[in-house]
């Protein structure tokens, strides 16, 4: 039973001392949402600023009956930290702490408040960092890279957060602290840790998280190459792949938004190309050579105007300027905008680009793109002036178009914002009857009351015999 | 559009092993039987084996759907002819997908290529109820759901029966070499970029690099190693894998130096040890001094050595876990002590 809101916050003071439990109507609705569209309401907020005033929290919302939604930076685009069925919302943005970095084994614990870029620059004197690097890296914390399972441009090489969490201590839905995952190789028993990175505070919530740090590569070679037309951009993507290069990264930004970015920090982008590749070589000095040759002559083959190679560590910082800037340029066109996420096998990306301007054209919508082309994972990013009258259930049927586009191409629904709010109700359109009770036996395994983050990622009536119910208060 | 449903003879299989597990009380999951040493023994009324070898690879994509009754040795040659690779890298190539999969042991050039669980897309596995479910996705990169691919590697086959994987391939290197010499492996280690394996037996070392002929040269010669064979990794009726943080090799090495009858290479940057003997005694020793650095002793092979040596972490939450998945705990009983 839910009992007073008075209650929970004295509660939840005694836990992480007054000043950080509060239920003012004004921070209730700064936490009624994260970055993506969809609309919660919480009944408080609070802010531990450690593992053991996160479990306590965790305990008192348990005592009140209540569920707990946990925040990062909350620049989450699916709406997975939206409070909903008036929850207590948790946010980690004080466990900024970097605990402990060893060199040697090249790992570091860290809160899950840390924010990714800090991590980097905090281990950049070891000449590490830490690999996954989305465009909000200056934003984002560990801790919400570790519940999505965060992506960004050089998880190509590198591979996605998952890869990059060896253990994590996690606080579960009944306060208790397990440590999933391990710094030694080969623990015995299930992947814990893996199931429960990107499970977007469902599970529970990471308190301390052991991450693997990379080594910076002797040698780096960055090209920005122009083209004509899209598909000949998408074309050399495949070519580059299918000549067996693998790229650290490998991005797309078409004309439109490239032009945006131009203007917005005169990165030196072509403003007359179709569409732009940015392709990164990283190793060891011959490989990166050769690899930057192959890429350039499968680009040249492939109809690019031209191929400029970053000279020194300044044009490279301005070329990737340009590409993380993408989402602030846009600003300059409209005042809001609706980003997309899905994947699709490499191969099918020309066909599917060309699919993802029909749609725009269709639906009389500005459409941009600019995305992970190497991994497939499309970020089509629609920009709209959302007072216009019946803009938002254009914008809406547009991104519906586009995941039915990619599914039928044989893709994925989310490559790394997460299924959250936003697409929970796509998820039958991949996943059987079955898939879906499964996975929501494994939720429910690691939080059997059901009170880390209820009515996230899985659609009402997931579980076989489940009543169909649509959660309180939520619209997209 | 589902592109990696299992069709054809694959399905056929499939939809015969569901029969075997809805009409029986218990199964062994079966492969070749290269890791059946892995967790502990099973006792069960009947067996079930992966769907034979069937292999699909998307080159341009660089990832494969194989069936688990495919062997890694034949998979390993239907990559290699279009250059590329998928470094499952099991101790005998005579291993089946699925099994490695699902004994989850990393080959040796995890420190290159990463742990065996990022290998894995896409999962369709069999539950205990005899359902066929999939985890993941066939895209490289996917964050749609819970992430069942890798709670299913590694569970030693007690949470479902995997029939099919997809799984992320790689380019062949150009040049594969191994080097070896004297030179302290830490400092070896430390001074490669990237390098496959650092071995080491407690006198020498053994290096395998991978990626272009020069760099590979360059790299070999400044940490003054010479072109060798592989190392020989130690076989014996008694085998185990210890694993420890890595920098615990330091001092794990000179006391397995200590014991008699004990034959071990470590993977340096890494923290597994690869130990073997005629006898059970030498693996125990060894085991007793991986739980002194905190660590561990999986047996891999031989009789009168527990699989594991110490209780599971976790084992309430991995045994919801298995009655989520396996409510009648028919699959593989007996493997993991839930």
């Known amino acids: ?476 | 559009m589902d592109l990696t449903a299992p069709t054809g003879a694959t399905l056929e299989a499939v939809e015969a092993m569901q029969g075997v597990i809805r009409e029986s009380r218990s199964v062994a999951l079966v492969g070749t039987g290269t890791h059946s040493g892995v967790g502990g023994d099973v006792r069960a009324d009947r067996e079930v084996r992966g769907p034979a070898a069937s292999i699909r690879h998307d080159p341009a994509d660089l990832t494969v759907t194989v069936s688990a009754g495919t062997e890694v040795g034949a998979l390993d040659a239907e990559l290699a002819i279009h250059g590329q690779e998928c470094a499952l890298d099991p101790s005998d190539p005579g291993a089946t997908v699925g099994g490695a999969l699902a004994c989850g042991l990393s080959g040796h050039r995890r420190l290159r290529h990463g742990p065996i669980r990022d290998r894995v897309l896409e999962v369709r596995f069999l539950t205990g109820d005899g359902r066929l479910v999939k985890g993941g996705g066939p895209t490289v990169k996917n964050v749609s759901g819970y992430d069942l691919p890798r709670l299913l590697v590694g569970s030693l086959g007690t949470l479902g029966v995997i029939v099919q994987a997809t799984l992320r391939c790689t380019p062949r290197s150009s040049v594969s070499q191994w080097s070896t010499g004297t030179a302290d492996p830490f400092a070896v280690r430390s001074s490669m970029f990237r390098p496959s394996c650092v071995a080491w037996d407690g006198t020498q070392v053994w290096c395998l690099l991978e990626g272009h002929q020069d760099d590979v040269m360059t790299q070999r010669d400044g940490a003054g190693l010479a072109p060798s064979e592989a190392p020989p990794w130690p076989i014996g009726g008694w085998r185990g894998r210890i694993a420890v943080r890595p920098a615990s090799l330091r001092d794990l090495g000179p006391a397995l130096a200590g014991v008699t009858g004990l034959r071990w290479i470590a993977e340096v940057g890494v923290g597994t040890v690869h130990a073997a003997a005629d006898a059970p005694e030498p693996i125990e020793a060894a085991r007793a001094l991986a739980h002194d650095h905190g660590g561990w002793l999986l047996r891999e092979e031989g009789i009168g050595v527990d699989p594991f040596g110490r209780p599971l972490p976790n084992v309430a939450l991995m045994r919801r876990l298995k009655d989520a998945l396996d409510p009648e705990h028919k699959l593989n009983p007996g493997r993991l002590p839930l």
């Open chain 1, 1 to 476: 039973m839910t009992g007073s809101v008075n209650a929970l916050v004295r509660d939840l003071q005694r836990v992480v001392g007054e000043e950080h439990a509060r239920a003012q109507p004004l921070e209730l609705a700064l936490y009624s949402r994260d970055a993506g569209l969809a609309l919660g309401a919480a009944v408080a907020v609070c802010f531990p600023a450690s593992i053991e005033e996160l479990a306590g929290a965790v305990r008192v919302t348990r005592r009140h009956g209540r569920a707990f939604v946990t925040r990062g930076s909350g620049t989450g685009l699916a709406g997975g930290a939206t409070p909903i069925g008036d929850p207590v919302v948790i946010v980690t943005t004080r466990m900024n702490r970097i605990l402990e970095v060893d060199a040697e084994d090249r790992v570091a614990w860290v809160e899950p408040g840390v924010l990714n870029l800090d991590l980097s620059r905090a281990v950049a004197p070891m000449a590490l960092h830490y690999a996954p690097d989305p465009s909000s890296q200056a934003a984002c914390s560990i801790g919400g890279n570790v519940g999505t399972n965060a992506g960004g441009p050089h998880c190509l090489a590198y591979g996605v957060t998952s890869a990059h969490v060896l253990a994590l201590d996690a606080v579960l839905g009944d306060g208790s602290i397990a440590r999933l995952g391990a710094l030694e190789p080969d623990a015995p028993g299930y992947d814990l840790r893996g199931v429960f990175v990107g499970s977007e505070g469902t599970m529970g919530v990471a308190g301390r998280i052991a991450v693997r740090l990379t080594p910076n590569p002797p040698a780096l070679r960055t090209l920005l190459i122009d083209f004509a037309s899209v598909d000949d951009a998408a074309q050399t993507v495949s070519g580059i792949i299918s000549a067996g290069i693998v790229p650290a990264a490998l991005e797309m930004m078409d004309a439109e938004i490239t032009r945006a970015v131009e203007k917005f920090v005169g990165a030196g982008y072509p403003t007359d190309a179709a569409a732009v590749l940015i392709v990164e070589l990283d190793g060891l000095p011959a490989g990166v050579d050769a690899d930057a040759d192959a890429a350039a002559r499968v680009a040249r083959d492939r109809g690019a105007r031209s191929v400029r190679v970053a000279a020194d560590a300044a044009e490279r910082e301005l070329i990737w300027k340009g590409r993380k800037s993408a989402f602030g340029a846009i600003a300059q066109i409209n005042s809001d905008y609706y980003l997309h996420d899905t994947v699709v096998p490499r191969t099918r990306l020309p066909d599917v680009l060309a699919g993802v301007y029909r749609i725009a054209a269709e639906f009389d919508l500005t459409m941009m793109n600019v995305f992970h082309a190497g991994d497939g994972n499309l970020h089509p990013l629609i920009s709209f002036n959302a007072r216009e009258p019946g803009v938002l259930e254009r914008v809406k049927a547009a991104g519906d178009a586009i995941l039915q586009l990619c599914v039928d191409a044989g893709g994925v629904l989310s490559g790394e914002h997460g299924i959250g709010m936003e697409k929970r109700e796509a998820m039958p359109l991949i996943y059987s009857r079955d898939d879906l009770d499964v996975q929501a036996r494994v939720r429910d395994a690691f939080d059997p009351e059901g009170r880390a983050n209820p009515d996230k990622i899985l659609p009402a009536g997931s579980r076989c015999g489940d009543l169909q119910r649509v959660p309180e208060g939520a619209w997209i």
